[in-house]
């Protein structure tokens, strides 16, 4: 039976065919569900009950919350963009048949409160790395789990005991059986109720050990201060006085009040003895010297030092019968040939007095220049005495005149 309209409610013995796409409206002309003729789509904004299985080929697409209060069966893929809360049970259709997840598309994280399993195998990559030691694992569902571990690492596998390696054991520690162990050395160090301790052989020279503490051991002078090693006063005796406290002196100085009672007067030896002297050129640090080279330092033009004796260089006698080195001080000739008298290397005011012989005829004594130092006489190289007994005296005026004649 075919209606063509009706009007209130309607009921259906048998089929119903319909050509076009059904509307259901409220009594206010609102649609509330739609059949689409074409796409065989339905789309409601109230409930739908179903009493019996409900088949879906294709998409089913809510947009609300969906209650199932009975089991739902999914034979194809199906995509679930939301939130998906159950309040039953949610199980495969089939046993052992089916995958939560796949190896392209993965579960971010898996809270649970307990996992019961038949079986687990797989890697650790993501959890414990083969850095860690740990490389892959298995569980059998019953009572035993397996774990591979690389056997370069702390540990290893012995029959099905994990076991320390022997690689665990760094410097300064030893594995003897399965205890680990410190290495100590028994010079310094003891092992004592579970304690790494001092032995008597840890404190060296200057040092004491006490209890579990080593103190440094001083004498004399040095004291231990507020947990500082210094110098007391002590250490200045006679001509020393010091600066800063009795038991933390900062420096020592000369007593020069003292000194009278230090030093006993005795005879000096001037080619051996030294003296004290201030080093203006080393922040006036205090040094020590010979007196021989003080006096050296000293001897200027016209004087000469030897061993710590100054000596009248204008004074010396040089008598010389062949050709070589003038010398400060007198030079005679002893001789009545011609020859060539050097200058010595001069210094401002030294004075060369020279005197020739009873030279023969066409004899001369030259006195030439110092060839090291170049200093003329008088603007010559060379000078001449060419009469018997001739006599001249030169001086060195400075590095820029040379040698005079006066």
């Given at each position: ?6 009007v ?69 893929a ?44 797989g ?11 740990i ?29 320390l ?100 007067d ?17 922040t ?109 005296t ?13």
């Amino acid at each position: 039976m075919a209606y063509k309209f009706q009007v209130g409610s309607a009921i259906l013995s048998g089929a119903l065919t319909q050509e076009g796409s059904i509307n259901v409206k409220d009594d206010a002309g609102t649609l509330q569900a739609n059949i689409d003729r074409d796409t065989g789509d339905i789309s409601t904004n109230g409930t739908g009950s179903f009493s019996g299985d409900m088949m879906i080929d294709g998409l089913m697409e809510v947009t609300g919350t969906t209650l199932l209060k009975q089991s739902l069966t999914v034979d194809a893929a199906s995509d679930f963009n939301g939130v998906i809360t159950v309040s039953g049970a949610a199980l495969p259709h089939a046993t052992l048949t089916y995958d939560l997840g796949s190896s392209s598309k993965k579960w971010s994280e898996l809270h649970v409160g307990e996992i019961k399993t038949t079986g687990i195998t797989g890697s650790l990559s993501n959890a414990l790395t083969e850095g860690n030691g740990i490389v892959s694992f298995s569980y059998d569902g019953g009572s035993t789990a397996t774990v591979a571990i690389s056997g370069s690492d702390a540990f290893d596998l012995t029959g099905t005991d994990l076991r320390l390696s022997s690689s665990i054991a760094g410097d300064a520690l030893a594995l003897s059986g399965q205890v680990l162990g410190v290495n100590v050395n028994s010079t310094s160090f003891q092992i004592a109720s579970d304690e790494i301790q001092f032995a008597a052989g840890a404190a060296g020279a200057g040092l004491a050990l006490n209890s579990d503490a080593l103190d440094v051991q001083v004498s004399g002078a040095v004291v231990i201060d507020t947990d500082k090693v210094g110098i007391s006063g002590s250490i200045a005796g006679a001509g020393l006085s010091y600066a800063g406290g009795v038991n933390s002196i900062s420096s020592l100085a000369v007593a020069s009040d003292e000194l009278a009672a230090v030093f006993t007067d005795t005879a000096v030896d001037v080619g051996a003895d030294s003296i004290l002297f201030i080093d203006n050129s080393d922040t006036d640090n205090m040094k020590k010297e010979s007196i021989a080279d003080l006096v050296s330092a000293m001897a200027g033009a016209g004087l000469a030092a030897s061993s710590g004796v100054l000596s009248v260089q204008s004074n010396n006698m040089n008598v010389f019968t062949s050709a070589g080195d003038l010398s400060e001080g007198y030079n005679v000739q002893n001789a009545t040939t011609s020859m060539t008298m050097i200058l010595p290397t001069g210094s401002q005011g030294d004075v060369v007095s020279v005197k020739a012989g009873n030279l023969a005829s066409g004899a001369a004594l030259t006195i030439s220049k110092n060839v090291a130092q170049s200093k003329q006489i008088d603007g010559l190289d060379s000078i001449l005495l060419e009469s018997a007994y001739g006599a001249v005296t030169l001086v060195y005026a400075n590095d820029t005149l040379g040698w005079r004649i006066v």
